[in-house]
């Protein structure tokens, strides 16, 4: 158990629809990252957040936002949603933000699927 | 833009045998490179760091960095049955992302 917690597990929506994948980070840490992985495009960085502020971005569409709460659990909102979005979606977290060690705590990731 | 290309597999080995996973890396002006293990369902796991050139032990795993050929390679000797999984190289190049390669899926048949 890595101590990174997210919601829900599994998610079955449709085209067009909002959803919203919740992660509580480790205790202690400080940094929140979401991935987005799948079958041909492997793991992808979307977002990354230190204490509350946007701290890198990566690959993330413009229908996708995140925001990090005061209490540093962190948000990954997917809008619009389109057949492509369907994958994994992870959180990982971090005590430090720079110099990147690497060592990233993942979650167990959201199967997201759009039908 | 940082790459990280590795070797799609998927790799198949008797249990008992060496197995070898490689990288190669485009730009890294940091050189700390990470190798994560995951299992089918799971979040990856870091399972070993390097800084730079050289090797790095730790127990049946070894990592090594080759910067003249940017090259990094994770060996496992006596490969066994619970190190089925997917392997994922990263490039952490001193930035605040890690950068992932698409994994390597490896099965140790009994």
């Known amino acids: 158990d890595s101590g990174v917690t997210q919601t829900p597990k599994h998610l079955i929506t449709a085209t067009g629809q909002r959803v919203t994948l919740r992660c509580s980070p480790r205790s202690g840490d400080l940094s929140v990252y979401w991935y987005q992985q799948s079958l041909d495009q492997g793991l992808q960085f979307l977002i990354q957040y230190y204490n509350g502020e946007e701290r890198a971005k990566g690959n993330i569409l413009e229908r996708f936002s995140a925001q990090q709460f005061p209490d540093l659990h962190s948000e990954l909102n997917l809008s619009s949603l389109e057949l492509g979005d369907s994958a994994l979606y992870f959180c990982a977290s971090s005590v430090v933000s720079w110099p990147n060690t690497g060592e990233l705590f993942f979650g167990e990731g959201s199967r997201l699927t759009v039908l | 833009q940082k790459e990280v290309e590795q070797d799609p597999g998927p790799l198949s080995v008797p249990e008992g045998a060496i197995v070898s996973l490689n990288c190669t890396y485009s730009n890294s002006a940091f050189q700390y490179f990470m190798w994560y293990r995951q299992y089918s369902r799971k979040g990856p796991e870091l399972l070993m760091y390097t800084y730079s050139s050289g090797n790095k032990e730790d127990g049946r795993f070894t990592a090594q960095v080759d910067k003249s050929s940017k090259y990094i390679s994770l060996f496992i000797r006596d490969s066994q049955p619970s190190d089925s999984a997917t392997y994922l190289c990263?490039?952490?190049?001193?930035?605040?992302?890690?950068?992932f390669g698409k994994g390597t899926k490896l099965t140790v048949n009994p």
């Open positions: 990263a490039d952490s190049g001193g930035s605040e992302k890690l950068v």
